[in-house]
Nanobody, 120 residues
């Protein structure tokens, strides 16, 4: 059974930094891509950072230059370094991974979510 376990959320003042971590565990062939999403109360879940199989990364304009995603392919982990945090970054942050569980099957997995709260 594949699991994504996140850590690193918390409360921070505006302008501060936080680092989120996510580790994939279980039995699988490979991880195709990993990403971080967030969902604020009353809003849809949105992508904040994505890392594909190579070194390609993708960020929306709202976090570009402030957030950085990094993967450790050997350890099956993905981190999100967040800096210059603002109150509008407050949300539950979710780790996401597209994992090849067999030769022909790729499944989408989510972590349990970790709360990030930025105070003004």
């Amino acid at each position: 059974q594949v699991q994504l376990v996140e850590s690193g959320g918390g409360l921070v003042q505006a302008g501060g930094s936080l680092r989120l971590s996510c580790a994939a565990s279980g039995t699988f062939f490979s991880i195709n891509a990993m990403a971080w999403y967030r969902q604020a109360p009353g809003k849809q879940r949105e992508l904040v950072a994505a890392s594909t199989g190579g070194n390609d990364t993708n960020y929306p304009d709202s976090v570009k230059g402030r957030f950085a995603i990094s993967r450790d392919h050997a350890e099956n982990t993905v981190d999100l370094q967040m800096s210059s945090l603002q109150p509008e970054d407050t949300a539950v942050y979710y780790c996401n991974a597209k994992i090849r569980v067999s030769r022909d099957i790729v499944r989408n997995y989510w972590g349990q979510g970790t709360q990030v709260t930025v105070s003004s």
